[in-house]
């Protein structure tokens, strides 16, 4: 079924798990879902993202320390999956010129309180990942912090036009849900230190509505298939990044916390080139 018209926001929550739903539907719920959400989701974690601050993870590694994406001096760069564009309005404050694009108009509007907050303007586009609406070779580096990749069914679509659109040399940076987190309940306390379902199911995460519909899909990933997609869009990957939980650090975000962070990983950074 065709996932054309969108969810009605009324459509209460009637099943959620892992369940197989048509690629077409569960890779467009996306959008309505952060179109709706967007307000909800930037009040309970904006205070963490900040309005231009660069966090790739829930971790809370920086852009500012890490330096990922290298030498960014005089590079055109592309975020991918940018939400409310916390990170590019970051770099935009560095003097980068960065473009943001997310599939929700909804998120990139609310983003737009921040550029009033900061005395910014940070470049947007709304666009698919899927079908990015540049010429070839026209960005030097690309980036998702938790973007686009995990809800679409067809990753190796957003890492084809990625490439498409990168110079020669250019880098691909992305922070995922880190694969080995699948195999355990997401719950940030004891109780999701326990496996309970195999690490190679990939059947997504998926919320129905009582019509049937899907109104959320999340899907999974080995860190193999990650590798594999990359590769065989062009990327050579330099560099797979695991941040260890800092000491100090107390916050809870859904899975995410200093229990399992202490001994399970919880994000994967992949850093990567076109050659």
Do not use: K
């Not at 879902?33 to 909800?40: L, S």
């Not at 829930?58 to 994406?69: F, K, Q």
């Not at 070839?136 to 990749?149: H, K, L, P, R």
């Amino acid at each position: 079924m065709a996932h054309d018209v969108p969810v009605p926001f009324d459509d209460p929550l009637a099943e959620a798990g892992y369940l197989d739903v048509p690629p077409a539907e569960g890779g467009s719920a996306g959008r309505t879902w952060w179109d709706a959400n967007a307000e909800e989701y930037l009040d309970e974690h904006g205070a963490f993202l900040g309005p231009a601050d660069f966090c790739w993870c829930p971790e809370g590694v920086r852009e500012s320390d890490a330096h990922l994406l290298g030498d960014l001096t005089g590079a055109r760069v592309l975020e991918i999956g940018a939400g409310a564009a916390q990170c590019s309005r970051w770099l935009v404050g560095q003097g980068v010129d960065v473009v943001a694009t997310d599939v929700s108009a909804g998120m990139l509007r609310a983003g737009r309180r921040y550029d009033r907050d900061v005395g910014a303007r940070t470049p947007v586009v709304v666009a698919d990942a899927r079908a990015l609406p540049f010429a070839d070779e026209s960005f030097d580096v690309a980036f998702t912090a938790f973007g686009a990749i995990p809800f679409v069914p067809d990753a190796d679509r957003i890492h084809a036009e990625v490439a498409r659109v990168l110079r020669p040399g250019g880098r691909w940076v992305l922070s995922v849900t880190h694969p080995v987190r699948w195999a355990f309940p997401d719950d940030p306390s004891e109780l999701g230190l326990t496996v309970n379902r195999s690490y190679f199911d990939r059947r997504p995460y998926v919320e129905l509505g009582a019509s049937g519909r899907v109104q959320y899909a999340e899907y999974h990933r080995t860190l193999g298939d990650h590798v594999a997609e990359l590769v065989a869009a062009g990327f050579v990957v330099d560099r797979l990044v695991e941040p260890e939980w800092p000491e100090g650090h107390e916050r809870v975000w859904g899975g995410w916390g200093p229990v399992r962070g202490a001994v399970i990983p919880g994000t994967a950074i992949f850093v990567t080139h076109r050659p």
